[in-house]
């Protein structure tokens, strides 16, 4: 899995990731809610472990912000705030389980696992995006009613930009989760343009793209984009 890892305690935030990464998950780590936040809304992960009391913005903040935007990401907090209110307050404000420090890292892990096979075996048959629709279970694609003929490799990069709607998809998230690469190179940043390129050209219809470029970062998928 990829994690996100949001604590200001630095030695906390350390144990984590080297705990993480010992298990083969990816771990980053953020201290600040404004660069968490920032993290959260351009790049992608199977779950976050986010602390409440933060510099510069909250965690519930945080989780405000995502779940109005529409990240659905499973969010795990782990905070040394241990009265009920301020559980039913983070789980209202819309994390997907609580944890009381100090913790037991192997409870972590499994809270982890739970999270994202919840959202697996919730995941809908169709995702949709403004009038861009596609039927997981008949692998059919459609703009405004219209059926978009697509390559394999078309359908996989629509599908991850869906998955990940409103938030800008990086072109190492593409090569890692789409192409399977570990490490990107210009011959694969070439393929991912081309693929990109085509993918948008059928997407069009009459000047609208649902594809737009963030120049230097990647890729999202907006609802009536020019």
């Known amino acids: 899995m990829r994690v996100l890892v949001v604590e200001d305690d630095r030695k906390v935030a350390r144990a984590l990731c080297e705990g993480l990464e010992g298990e083969g998950h990816e771990a980053i780590v ?126 996989e990069i629509l599908e991850y930009l869906l998955r990940h709607d409103g938030q800008v998809v990086s072109r190492d998230a593409l090569a890692r989760d789409v192409w399977k690469e570990s490490a990107r190179s210009v011959t694969l940043n070439n393929v991912i343009d081309v693929h990109m390129a085509r993918l948008r050209r059928k997407l069009d219809i009459e000047g609208r793209s649902a594809i737009q470029t963030v120049r230097g970062v990647g890729f999202v998928l907006r609802e009536g984009t020019l």
Do not use: C, N
């Open 30 to 155: 953020e201290h600040t809610g404004e660069d968490a936040f920032f993290r959260i809304d351009t790049e992608a992960f199977d779950v976050i472990l986010l602390d409440l009391t933060l510099p510069g913005r909250d965690g519930l903040q945080i989780l405000k912000r995502m779940r109005e935007r529409g990240v659905a990401t499973p969010v795990l907090v782990l905070t040394a705030r241990d009265a009920v209110d301020d559980r039913v307050t983070a789980l209202d404000g819309g994390a997907d389980d609580y944890l009381v420090k100090p913790f037991a890292f192997a409870e972590v892990v499994a809270r982890m696992r739970a999270l994202v096979r919840r959202g697996r075996a919730t995941e809908a048959r169709r995702l949709v995006s403004g009038d861009l629709d596609m039927d997981l279970a008949a692998r059919r694609v459609t703009r405004a009613g219209r059926p978009i003929d697509l390559t394999l490799r078309e359908y």
